[in-house]
């Protein structure tokens, strides 16, 4: 078995956290914006949300320790702010294009 705990509070498991989050981002700003064009479909959207959750909170699936499931609800809170703040900033930008 893998040894969980340090494997999520490295700094290696949080610089992919974090890349994991950008592309979350990418993908769910590509699909928002082609259905703002007419080409996308809302339930591929709300399904590649669901996938992006359950992937995001996968690591708190695998351990049982009390202390670790805090510390990734936080890392999983902040991917959340970092994939909306991504997005407002994105859009914003194209706004002013």
């Known amino acids: ?3 969980w705990d340090t494997l999520f509070r490295s ?3 949080a610089a992919y956290r974090k890349y994991q989050a950008e ?4 993908i769910i700003h590509d699909h928002t914006r082609r259905m703002l064009n007419g080409a996308g479909n809302a339930d591929r959207l709300s399904g590649q949300m ?3 959750k359950a992937m995001l909170g996968l690591p708190e699936k695998l ?3 009390e ?3 805090n510390i990734l609800q ?3 809170e902040r991917d959340i702010a970092s994939i909306d703040k991504y997005l ?3 859009f914003l930008q194209e706004e002013d294009a």
């Open 88 to 90: 407002m900033r994105e």
């Open 74 to 76: 936080i890392q999983l």
């Open 67 to 69: 202390e670790l499931h």
């Open 23 to 26: 592309l979350v981002a990418c």
């Open 50 to 52: 669901e996938m992006a």
């Open 1 to 3: 078995m893998a040894d």
């Open 63 to 65: 351990t049982e320790d």
């Open 11 to 13: 700094n290696e498991f």
